[in-house]
Antibody, heavy 123, light 107 residues
Framework: EVQLLESGGGLVQPGGSLRLSCAAS????????MSWVRQAPGKGLEWVSA????????YYADSVKARFTISRDNPSNTLYLQMNSLRAEDTAVYYC????????????????WGQGTLVTVSS | DIQMTQSPSSLSASVGDRVTITCRAS??????LNWYQQKPGKAPKLLIY???TLQSGVPSRFSAIGSGTDFTLTISSLQPEDLATYYC?????????FGQGTKLEIK
């Protein structure tokens, strides 16, 4: 069974940093692209970032570019999201999701999703 | 960026009703449109991918069609467990974008 388990969320002050992790199991992690998607309280879904299976290609939403870094460690089946210079508007539940369909993050779909981890940016 | 617009934003229907949700892209995304269901307090779940392919395990009352800029998700006979918010998502280009969601309530 494919499982994704996020961790690392919490309360952080504006301007602070946080690193999210997503532990994957039940599939050949290195063969699949992965993505982060967030959801602010009471709001819709927002795609944040994607990374290819090898980790060599990454994509970011404009809202997080130059502040967030996506990476992966294939031997340990773990996806990361390093978040710097955090702002109040980054407050959200962050989901990791397996990108299925092609080896590239493009032309794909998200399945499954993790349960999410809450990041709260507040003083 | 490609904008995804869903309609309606919310709707209320009765058990057994046929329900249709529309998603329109601001430019052609060919067939790269996916649909997700998010139940209250839960992570989203994939329903349909590449415009019309039903994900394994999803009830056959869910179906979808479309290409280019116009897409439709249909629930043929609404069930109580279909209470959820439904999102479309384009994977044609980055940044990948979601519709704003359609909140489905059961009368």
């Amino acid at each position: 069974e494919v499982q994704l388990l996020e961790s690392g969320g919490g309360l952080v002050q504006p301007g602070g940093s946080l690193r999210l992790s997503c532990a994957a199991s039940g599939f050949t992690f290195s063969s699949y692209s992965m993505s982060w998607v967030r959801q602010a309280p009471g709001k819709g879904l927002e795609w944040v970032s994607a990374i290819s299976g090898s980790g060599t290609t990454t994509y970011y939403a404009d809202s997080v570019k130059a502040r967030f870094t996506i990476s992966r460690d294939n031997p340990s089946n773990t996806l990361y999201l390093q978040m710097n210079s955090l702002r109040a508007e980054d407050t959200a539940v962050y989901y990791c999701a397996n990108s299925r369909g092609t080896s590239s993050p493009k032309y794909n779909w998200f399945d499954p999703w993790g349960q999410g981890t809450l990041v709260t940016v507040s003083s | 960026d490609i904008q995804m617009t869903q309609s309606p934003s919310s709707l209320s229907a009765s058990v057994g009703d046929r329900v249709t949700i529309t998603c329109r892209a601001s430019q052609s995304i060919t067939k790269y449109l996916n649909w997700y269901q998010q139940k209250p307090g839960k992570a989203p779940k994939l329903l349909i991918y590449v415009a019309s392919t039903l994900q394994s395990g999803v009830p056959s009352r869910f179906s979808a069609i479309g290409s280019g800029t116009d897409f439709t998700l249909t629930i043929s006979s609404l069930q109580p467990e279909d209470l959820a918010t439904y999102y479309c998502q384009q994977s044609y280009s980055f940044p990948q974008t979601f519709g704003q969601g359609t909140k489905l309530e059961i009368k």
